[in-house]
């Protein structure tokens, strides 16, 4: 049997991070991978499929929408939809193979299976044909991910009732797309399909979207969209899906508890995601898990059993790849005995809609909430001469400060490119930069970074382009 220092079950971006950092770090270490692909849902069914149809409907949109204004014309514009989906393939393949290659590189032993626990240091990879192999090791990682949820009366036939995953191999564009649901996947697909033609209905139970972002950029977020065509009905509860073959039905009560029928040929359950500890064998080690079915951790990771460690969207926290990541490294390292940390407070959230949607840190309603006094500076993005070069003019940047320190607490972003500017927000947090800092650095002219210096110019009182 072969012996290993660590075993990593599940190769998603918590897993695969982990197995490198781990052996970077000396140690011998195992992934077990359920499927035949590496990458788990971020690279097979999540970011990166979502990413390649967002950035093609874009495209296809922008040709449309805003070439003729740029002084191009193109004539018989038109959407090759299965070349569409046998692009975003090739990106997932390409993708995940580069996952292949770096276990290679750092001579992790790749086991295809599901990985189930025997004992603490003993695991069983029973593999698609039945057969099995055992493996022992001295720690386990485990990192594997979630699923998609549901509605208790929503049966998922996944042909017209879909979830995430079918949404991005689609073999047609639906006319008639219902979004149950108004988070960060369910807008993000709403726009793949509205951009491409398909009338998109976004429901959502609360009375905003995006809940838990800071209300600046749900309203904002919501009028851009809305501009775009995507209808929204918040404040509506969903009682029913009904499944007629080619056509589905959804009813849902307004908030004066009026009950609306929403007809169309899809329709997607983005409700949010569960953990996935199926197989695992969880009960043959007594690992605990929380009543959300998240796997129980100390802040150092580490389950009730000690050897045991786990990251990514099995655990507590926000369900984002680069979250599991920054798992992956830490509990690595721990192993190792080193003393690494992580700041959740600076872990940032993306929307990839257009515009993009960005933030990190505290909200201004948390902090109303907790009665800190702070300042704040926004900037729209209508006054930045590099968004009207692009005619990209909807959004804005909010900077929200400590009244007395200085020191920023919160970054809000809506606009073009925010999902790449958020990085300096997290970098001057990490530092603990005050607004000044960043209003006295210089950002390249013309940028739209120029917007978050003018955002901190702003929480002083001295914006120069507003
Ligand atoms: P996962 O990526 O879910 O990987 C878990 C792996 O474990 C899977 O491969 C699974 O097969 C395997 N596994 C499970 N059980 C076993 C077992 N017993 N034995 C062996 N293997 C097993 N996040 C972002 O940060 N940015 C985005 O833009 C983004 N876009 C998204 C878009 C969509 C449509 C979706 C669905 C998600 C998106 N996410 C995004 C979320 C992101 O995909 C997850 O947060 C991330 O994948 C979590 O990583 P993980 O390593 O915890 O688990």
Known sequence: MSKYDVAVIGSGPGGYVAA?????????TAIIEKYNTLGGTCLNVGCIPSKALLDSSHHYYDAKKHFTTHGIDVQGLEINFEQMITRKNEVVAQTSGGINYLMDKNKIDMFQGIGSFI??????????DGSSEEIEASKTIIATGSKPSTLPFIELD???????????????????????????????????????????SVIEYMPTITPGMDAMLSKELQKSLKKQGVKFFTSHKVTSVVNNGDEVVVTADNKKGIPTEFKGDYTLISVGRKPYTEGLGLENVGIKVTDRGQIETNEHLQTN?????????????????????EEGTMVAELIAGQKPHIDYNLIPGVVYTWPEVACVGKTEEQLKEAGVNYKSGQFAMRALGRARASMDIDGQIKVLADAET?????VHMIGARAADMIAEAVIAMEFRASSEDIARSSHAHPTFTEAFKEACLAVNDRAIHS
């Open 20 to 28: 490198i950092r781990c052996a970077q770090l000396g140690l011998k």
């Open 119 to 128: 004992d603490a240091t003993h695991i069983k990879i029973t593999k698609q």
């Open 158 to 200: 996944k042909k017209r009732v879909i979830t995430s995953t079918e949404a991005l191999s689609l073999t047609e564009i639906p006319k008639h797309l219902i979004v149950i649901g108004g988070g960060v996947i369910g807008l993000e697909l709403g726009s793949v399909y509205s951009r491409l033609g398909s009338q998109v």
């Open 305 to 325: 059993v000690s050897n045991i460690y786990a990251i990514g969207d099995v655990v507590k926290g926000a369900m984002l790849a680069h979250k599991a990541e």
């Open 406 to 410: 200085d020191e920023i607490l919160g």
